[in-house]
């Protein structure tokens, strides 16, 4: 078979999206989140993350359920766009971007993973740190080298470990909660100032980071059954469970741990659990997150591995991501590809870098571009059918094209650059592609 196998239904597509957006990001933006509002009014910025996944969710649930193909951002820009000159640009764009920011995505997780390993192992040495990352980006290429049934499996099993880690941290912390903690607020904890404003940003980017993965199942739009109905259904699920575990969560651990603490802790979790039961538990909290660390590549890599495979299918991208596994019908080259790249990028690169890089430099094709298209398409397409179609629209993309703005222009002059830098170079690579294929069929003619 030379085709993409639809094996994954509800539970596995809920699944699948639940273990990339919790990941390792909640438990390492918590002090990041903390420390840029200054107190426990940071709480605002988790629920500008939840706003922004449910708005933006709307747009990739209509989306999915339309275009249920691999690749996701992909199939719908060249749709919204058109199949001929913006709809081909938008959809370049899109690719050139993923094999950038996708690696980079794993990276963060790996980064994370190792990080976070220092509270078992405090001996190890930054080289040692930079071993693990690689090595876990291999191990988990090892564990997508199979079939799309076993992989949904896998993820189910994942995601019951990822729930059942956070509901525990949450249960420990209202058990032990302490009210005046969590809801000590300073004389000038909501005076909206410009710096304000600029924290909320800042601390939004990182929530925001932490919600990533909603639309996971997009990617895997070729690969659902039932997409009309299961897209939509799993983007809501999995944003709704993952925004109450975030905001209980947060609560939580500002009703345990001073915030003035809590800001400048490297391990908050692990803190958290030895706080509240000693060194043991703190020990078996961080064998857990480290497992949800994994849990998150694990998707983030099945997912992203289908929008070059998706591109080089539809002969806008290099053939040779296009190729399937022979017996076990995935995008391998597409995978060892991007898995190459995330292994150097978490060799090379920050933590908190990379977070903010993702985030930015994705706002302008992808989140922006379809939102404002799926507009443009629905007023030139008034009387055109749609499986799904979202709830108070236009609504929800007003709000996502709003927040995405914000967040955009609330990021550091050098990461908007490097946005700009990206998209550019992207265009100018379309335009020389352009040209030597209009060269070629031109020489052809003759």
């Known amino acids: 078979m030379n085709k993409l196998i639809r094996g994954l239904g509800l539970t596995q597509a809920v699944a699948i999206n639940t273990i990339d957006m919790v990941g390792i990001g909640p438990f390492i933006v918590i002090p990041f989140v903390i420390g840029a509002m200054h107190g426990p009014q940071c709480i605002i910025a988790w629920v500008l993350g939840a706003l922004l996944a449910f708005a933006d969710g709307a747009v990739w649930a209509e989306l999915g359920a339309k275009w249920p193909e691999a690749g996701g951002s992909y199939a719908f820009l060249q749709n919204l766009y058109g199949r001929k000159r913006w709809g081909r640009l938008m959809s370049f764009l899109y690719v050139w971007q993923t094999i950038i920011q996708a690696p980079l995505v794993a990276a963060s997780g790996a980064i994370g993973f190792s990080q976070y390993l220092l509270y078992l192992v405090p001996s190890l040495t930054s080289i040692e740190q930079k071993a693990v990352s690689g090595g876990l980006i291999i191990l988990i290429t090892i564990l997508l080298y199979r079939n799309i049934t076993d992989i949904g499996k896998i993820s189910v099993f994942m995601g019951i470990v990822v729930g059942g880690t956070i509901l525990w941290l949450i249960a420990s912390g209202f058990s032990h909660f302490q009210p005046v903690l969590a809801f000590t607020f300073s004389k000038d904890s909501f005076d909206l100032t410009p710096v ?46 993952i925004a109450i575990l975030y905001l209980l969560m947060q609560i939580a651990v500002l009703g345990v741990i001073p915030w003035q603490e809590a800001k400048d ?39 992203y591995s289908r929008v070059p495979y998706a591109a080089a299918v539809d002969g806008n991208f290099f053939s040779i991501f296009g190729k399937l596994h022979p017996t076990k019908n995935f995008p391998y080259v597409s995978l060892l590809i991007l898995a190459g790249a995330a292994f150097v990028f978490s060799l090379l690169f920050k933590m908190k870098e990379i977070i903010t890089a993702i985030i930015v430099m994705r706002i302008l094709v992808q989140f922006l571009g379809q939102a404002i298209g799926l507009l443009l398409y629905r ?19 007003v709000v996502a094209i709003g927040v995405w703005g914000f967040v955009f222009c609330s990021a550091e002059v050098k990461y908007i650059l490097g946005a700009v830098a990206v998209i550019a170079l992207g265009a100018l690579l379309f335009g020389l592609r352009e040209w030597f294929n209009k060269s070629q069929y031109s020489s052809l003619q003759k």
């Open 196 to 241: 304000f404003f600029l924290g909320l940003g800042q601390a939004s980017t990182k929530t925001i980071y932490s919600f990533l993965g909603y639309y996971n199942v997009c990617h895997l739009g070729g690969e659902i059954k039932e997409p009309e109905r299961n897209i939509p259904r799993s983007i809501f699920l999995s944003v709704t469970i």
């Open 265 to 303: 802790s490297q391990f908050i979790i692990s803190l958290f659990f030895e706080r509240l039961y000693g060194h043991t538990a703190a020990l078996i909290a961080t064998g857990l997150i480290l497992f949800i660390a994994l849990s998150s590549l694990f998707a983030v890599m099945l997912g």
């Open 379 to 397: 007023a030139r397409h008034k009387d055109e059918s749609f499986p799904y179609r979202m709830w108070l629209y236009p609504l929800p993309p």
